[in-house]
């Protein structure tokens, strides 16, 4: 199995796109980049036709309604990776 087809690791150094790691990785876990990533991901339909800057203060909003603990400054940048690919980047392929 080459590199490319591997099991994924869901440790901070492996959750990679495209060379770079997931922005602000050592301030949150990988769970809750995960989670931020999903949020985004799933607002993407409700907001097709929308930029991330136009619909960030309610994506904020919604991150702080879940009852999360960390601030959105440590996963706005994966919110916004997940809202812009719509989740296709791969990175988190295992687990959503």
């Known amino acids: 199995m080459d590199a490319v087809d591997g099991p994924r690791d869901d440790s901070v150094e492996e959750?990679?796109?495209?060379?770079?790691?997931v922005p602000n990785p050592e301030f949150a876990s990988?769970?809750?980049?995960?989670r931020a990533f999903r949020l985004g991901k799933r607002s993407r339909e409700e907001f097709d036709l929308w930029s991330?800057?136009?619909?960030?203060?309610?994506l904020r909003r919604a991150w702080m309604l879940n009852g999360e603990t960390a601030e959105w400054a440590e996963v706005r940048?994966?919110?916004?990776l997940g809202f812009e690919t719509g989740g296709d980047s791969g990175i988190?392929?295992?687990g959503l």
Request: net charge negative; hydrophobic share 40%.
């Open 92 to 94: 988190f392929e295992s």
């Open 15 to 21: 959750i990679a796109l495209g060379g770079e790691h």
């Open 77 to 80: 940048d994966s919110v916004r």
């Open 52 to 58: 991330f800057a136009e619909v960030e203060a309610e």
């Open 30 to 34: 990988p769970e809750v980049l995960r």
